[in-house]
């Protein structure tokens, strides 16, 4: 990360902080709940000071319920960046605010796609990987005294907020996370909305395999083991008889074609879920991209009239 | 066609030792070639033959386990997004060409100088390419290594790919642009190394890297999609002749889906110069072993006189050394997997303090 994006965090912080302070007092004030003299010194006092996430913070959270204001977090597909985590907490803990962290999957919307089991299925599973990352996000909250809860939805941005909104009262302002683009922010948002797009963290947050994900990947696999095992003696049990026809040549050459396939698609389906099991996977999509500096397309030199005088 | 296998094939019998033999050499042969692209088959052949499998029921058979291996790699590795389906087609179908040379080559070779004439030319060309191309791909690797592990592209490949001589080719995932009559020698040389010494890649990864300008990485990974065509004919045509033992095949598969998966999976974890280092050294011990064996064909031909001790010595070391290679790039493949797997859990874990937000 260069320094520049750092820098660019640390402007966004900058003005969502001015933002945040004016809201602060305004809301303070008309609530009346709190002496006046003591709003006063919140709205005036930098709430981006170190010294006040110690002492301001857990103050600020012994309000009633129905005062309890919140940010949203958005962001798109089952885990939130790192970046987008750090800021939205650290904000949340210096101005004694909620966290209400919302998973987005607007591609199985089922206004868009045609509703099926299978879009059933897929939003499932996208459900549960996203409690599941949000399960190993939230202990770090709650340590810190950030009350937050964690929502999912298959809408697009705009709708998602606008709806969230309604369900939920007190939210105060929108924080979209990496991947949301400017243009899904649109006019129908009834809040501010901060986007984080600069550093966004070293990594994701990492999705822990979920426990059911692995019993049925080990089901898989034996299952396959099994299949795998069957084939090998199938043909080892009857390797006379196999060996007869296999070598015969000619048309019979599909025989052992054939043969050699199936096995590599159960053998090699099962040593793969073998090795995910074992956990041995990826680390990382690799694209190389090895960079070459491009000839620039030489101008042929064209034919020109030319009469001279 | 048919008759040929009744003549000629007298299938072995399996005993323990040997299916265990070939299910270790398949995983690590598998691991290798999930890795560099291509290897393995240089020890299974011969190790099949010193089961007292035949010559061509051998190389049948290895074949036959080649080609669903390389398709399994490639699937692999194409879903880290390390394939270029184009660039492996359009060299399958030069390497076609070279395969057909190579093998007209070998049948001349054959009937004017014998068997032992045919031994001689493929151990030489084995010698003679792996110590050149192998010695530049090591040199080449230790440069990249003490140059902080950044690949670049070769002054070779820059200058050939700023010739326009069309039809010029763009190959995506590989991010290179070059003129298609510059794949044509690479592929053709990669299908007749393959018909020689049954190694194709030895020269078509390097040729890949070092005149195209593929990255090592790449150019492993589309060497699996040459190695699955030229795997898919020639099975075909051997098993056409009956030549095909599937119970060999069957016992080698088991052992080398489970290695080219790892060998796969390797590629993702390790630096890029990896690739490199692991058949730069495979490379040159294999030319070690194989000129062990030159000396006995020189005296069969007559050249030479050689003890009997000496030659049966000559011959068992060649082999010992050749598994060594292969042993050797499996070791270095799975060392460098786990240090990398070591560095990134510790990161990880360091990761993890600094989230608590303290």
Redesign the interface.
């Known amino acids: 990360m260069g320094s520049s994006e750092a820098n660019k965090t640390t402007a966004l912080r900058a003005v969502a902080g001015r933002w945040l302070r004016k809201v602060t007092a305004m809301m303070t004030l008309r609530k009346k709940q709190a002496d006046k003299q003591a709003a006063e010194t919140k709205a005036s006092r930098p709430s981006f000071s170190g010294a006040e996430a110690g002492d301001g913070g857990p103050a600020g959270r012994d309000r009633p319920p129905e005062v309890k204001r919140k940010i949203l977090v958005v962001g798109k597909g089952p885990v939130f960046t ?1 970046g987008v985590m ?1 800021y939205a ?2 904000l949340a803990e210096r101005l004694g605010y909620d966290i209400l962290a919302m998973n987005l999957n607007p591609a199985l919307d089922q206004a868009v796609k045609f509703f099926s089991p299978y879009n059933q299925r897929l939003r499932a599973k996208f459900a549960q990987q996203a409690r599941r990352a949000w399960e190993t996000t939230e202990p ?1 909250l709650t ?2 005294g950030i009350r937050c809860e964690h929502v999912v939805k298959f809408e697009d941005v705009a709708r998602a907020v606008k709806a969230l909104n309604h369900e939920i009262k007190r939210i105060d302002f929108v924080i979209t996370d990496a991947g949301i683009a400017d243009e899904e922010i649109t006019g129908e948002i009834p809040l501010p909305v901060f986007s984080i797009t600069g550093y966004q963290g ?2 994701k947050v ?1 999705a822990r395999e979920p426990e059911a994900g692995r019993k049925k990947l080990m089901g898989r696999t034996i299952a396959l083991g099994l299949g ?1 095992a069957a084939l ?1 003696a199938a ?2 049990l009857n ?1 006379d008889l ?2 007869k026809y ?5 048309i ?6 054939a ?3 199936i ?2 698609f159960v ?2 389906a099962f ?2 879920n ?2 995910s099991l074992l956990g ?16 620039t ?1 030489r101008k042929r030199p064209r034919l020109q009239l030319r009469i001279d005088t | ?2 008759d ?2 009744a003549q000629t ?1 007298n ?1 072995i019998d399996l005993n323990i030792l040997s299916i265990s033999f070939l299910f270790v050499v398949g995983f690590i042969g598998g691991l290798v070639s999930g890795f560099i692209g291509s290897g393995g088959a240089f020890v299974l052949t011969p190790g099949m033959m010193s089961l007292g499998v035949p010559g061509t029921v051998a190389v049948a058979s290895n074949m ?2 080649k ?3 390389a ?2 790699g490639a699937y ?1 590795r194409f ?4 394939v270029d389906i184009k660039l492996g087609l359009v060299m399958a179908v030069s390497a076609g060409g070279g395969v057909w040379m190579g093998i007209n080559i070998q049948e001349w070779i054959l009937a004017k100088w014998g068997q032992a004439g045919s031994n001689l030319y493929v151990s030489l060309s084995f010698v003679v390419i792996l110590v050149v191309v192998g010695g530049y791909v090591f040199y080449d690797a230790w440069k990249t290594a003490k140059s902080g592990g950044e ?3 070769c002054a070779l ?2 200058w050939l ?2 010739i ?1 001589l069309p039809p010029m080719m763009h190959f995506k ?1 590989a ?3 070059i003129s298609m009559w510059f794949t044509i020698p690479i592929g053709f040389a990669t299908g007749m190394l393959a018909a020689t010494i049954a190694v194709g890649g030895f020269i078509g990864v390097p040729g890949m890297i070092y005149v195209l ?3 090592g ?2 150019a492993s990974a589309s060497e699996l999609v040459i190695a699955f065509v030229m795997g ?1 004919g020639g ?2 045509k051997w ?9 060999l ?2 016992i080698i ?2 052992g080398s ?2 290695g080219v ?2 060998g ?2 390797g ?3 390790v630096k ?1 110069h990896m690739i490199k280092v692991v058949m730069g050294t495979i490379m040159i011990i294999v030319a070690v072993s194989r000129g062990l064996a030159v000396p006995q064909y020189l005296k069969e031909l007559g050249f030479i006189s050689l003890s009997s001790s000496t030659e049966s010595f000559l011959s068992a070391a060649s082999f010992i050394i050749m598994c060594i290679a292969l042993a050797i790039g499996a070791i270095i493949i799975l060392g460098s997997m786990w240090k ?2 070591r560095a ?1 859990t510790a990161k ?1 874990a360091e ?1 993890v303090l600094e ?3 303290v």
């Open positions: 790192t750090d907490a650290s770090a340590s810190q070293d990594q990492m795998a090998y043909v080892f390797s196999v060996m296999f070598t015969k040549g000619g019979y050459a599909a025989l052992p074609v043969t050699v396939f096995f590599s053998h090699g040593a793969s073998l090795w041995i996977e990826a680390t990382k999509k690799v694209q190389p991209q090895v960079s070459v500096s491009r000839p397309p | 066609m048919h040929m296998a094939v299938f036959c386990h080609f669903p291996k398709m399994v692999k879903k880290y997004g390390q690949e670049k592209v490949a820059k790919q700023s326009n995932t991010n290179v642009r300008g593929v990255s990485l790449v898919f099975t075909i098993a056409m002749h009956g030549m095909v033992d599937i119970r095949t069957l598969l088991a889906l489970l998966q790892l796969a999976i590629t993702t974890y890029e990398a797997k990134e990880k990761m989230k608590t937000y």
